[in-house]
């Protein structure tokens, strides 16, 4: 919402309860005012100070307070705060009916948190931040226990913390005692460390969703595995659903917490340091209900994807930049967890997962929707088995893969009867493999299309015309200035040349010349349109000459 405690303090005052609400009464017409007359004696010129008359009545008074309510809530936080200000009624109705609630949490925010509270008593999220570089005046532990003590404790659900360099694991226990209703915690940025957390599991029975990123407070935990482990004792965590944990470099001591969450469904280790290998065994062991994993740059390998069958839910799997995974890796996951939906998988081009890997996942996985390869490379035999045995693919993102050619994109053509959304990006296609899609995927409703330099305009206007209406298909050229001269002047003269090819093209179209002519070449109008989108996407933003 953007308010900070000094601009709101300083309109805080205790209001009265909320009003209840007013019918909609008729509006009475406007009352008409009788042109000034000039005084006697006087010169007949108006001493009023304003050009316009005063309104003859406040037609927003015939407003029911739920009426202002909904208006106020289409509006932008910065627009609402000063509405809240034109008079007392505003700052009534927008008070009672506001549940969202930014807060910059610097050191003075202790003070004005009475006051804040009572006029919003209704806050059910709340964000304090402490902007960058404000570290040293950002809200302490004397200030988090004035905050706690105003809390609206019985309707707080979402509680998050940006920046809070002056809080410890003291500030974050009172807050989360002040919070027994709390479902769903964020914090970022902050120097508490790992035991604040037990604190809150046991203050805050109904969490369901915890968010852990660029903690400060953590120990050192490098070259250990389970060490930490022992150490810190989380309670169970019996409602927690969800675990994110971000930048962290010792995520390792997070690992009891998320073991102790038997009912988890969705957890995500996002550039964490450590290894973890070990730490998934001892997670999926206790967790084994887990619907969805994000693993990304991490020190795992396959006997991390190992432990994944022991997930037999197992629903959406995304591996991003894991360079130790291999075929056999996937394999494993593939023979057990059989409910995949969706997988995406970065392989950072290291070639250690292609065809066999995703031909078990053909094998295993008959659901798949959603299939996402990077830096993978696949051939006929691996898309084939998809086509066949996947037949509910719906979405398919190849970026990167130097093995898929038109012989691969005919292949889908023929066997992916499901598939509604296709990216190809970076591949070696051409016309004659994107041609094949006028007659296979029957489904098929986009594509996307990026640095395909094999592909041309005339193929993409022809799948167009061919597909109907309903179908959607974009084509960016992207120039690899790697490949071209080092020196600026090189890269000039390379983007001048792309833009005398695309001007030769735009001349040679045949442009209607009347209105019968223009709704007979829509195929024309079409392809120009494409053209200059393409020019303005590459010179857009060219460097001046």
Known sequence: ??????????????????????????????????????????????????????PARDYTQDLPDEILALVFASLPPADRSACSLACARWKEVDAYTRHRLSLDARAGLGHAAPALFSRFAGVTKLALRSARGSGADSLSDEGAAAVAAALPSDRLARLKLRGLRQLSDTGLALLAAAAPTLRKLSVASCTFGPKAFVAVLQACPLLEDLSVKRLRGLPDTTGAATAITEEIKFPQALSLRSVCLKDLYSALCFVPLVAASPNLRSLKILRC??????????????????????????????????????CRNLEVLFLVK????????????????????????????????????????????????????????????????????????????????????????????????????????????????????????????????????????????????????????????????????????????????????????????????????????????????????????????????
């Open 1 to 54: 919402m953007g308010l900070s405690p000094s601009s709101l303090s300083k309109s805080s005052t205790p209001t009265s309860p909320p009003r209840r609400s007013r019918s909609l009464s008729p509006m009475a017409p406007p009352r008409t005012t009788a042109p000034a007359q000039p005084a006697a004696g006087g010169s007949g010129i108006s001493t009023s100070s304003s050009p316009f008359p005063p």
């Open 273 to 310: 340091s450590g290894a973890w290998d070990l730490p998934l065994e001892v997670i999926t062991a206790r967790a084994s209900g887990l619907v969805e994993l994000h693993l990304e740059k991490l020190q795992v390998g396959d006997r991390g994807l190992a432990a994944l069958a022991a």
């Open 322 to 545: 894991t360079p130790e995974c291999t075929d056999s890796g996937i394999i494993s996951v593939a023979e057990k967890c059989h409910k995949l939906r969706k997988l995406h998988i970065d392989g950072w081009r290291t070639n250690r997962i292609g065809d066999f890997g995703l031909m078990a996942v053909a094998r295993g996985c008959p659901d798949l929707q959603e299939l996402v390869l990077i830096g993978v490379n696949p051939t006929v035999l691996s898309l084939r088995m998809l086509g066949e045995h996947c037949r509910g693919l719906e979405r398919l993102a190849l970026c990167g893969c130097e093995t898929v050619g038109d012989a691969e994109i005919i292949c889908l053509a023929e066997r992916c009867a499901a598939l509604k959304k296709l990216c190809i990006k970076g591949c070696p296609v051409s016309d004659r493999g994107m041609e094949a899609l006028n007659g296979g995927c029957p489904s098929l409703v986009k594509v996307k299309l990026k640095r395909c330099r094999g592909v041309s305009y005339e193929c993409i206007e022809s799948l167009k015309v061919t597909r109907g209406e309903s179908f959607s298909i974009s084509l960016d050229i992207v120039l690899d200035h790697d490949a071209g001269s080092a020196s600026e002047n090189g890269v000039q003269e390379t983007g001048q040349a792309q833009v005398t090819e695309l001007a030769d093209q735009m001349a040679g179209m045949d442009l209607p010349t009347n209105a019968a002519g223009a709704q007979s070449s829509t195929h024309t109008i079409n392809r120009m349109r494409s053209v200059m989108s393409a020019i303005r996407r590459r010179f857009g933003n060219a460097p001046p000459q």
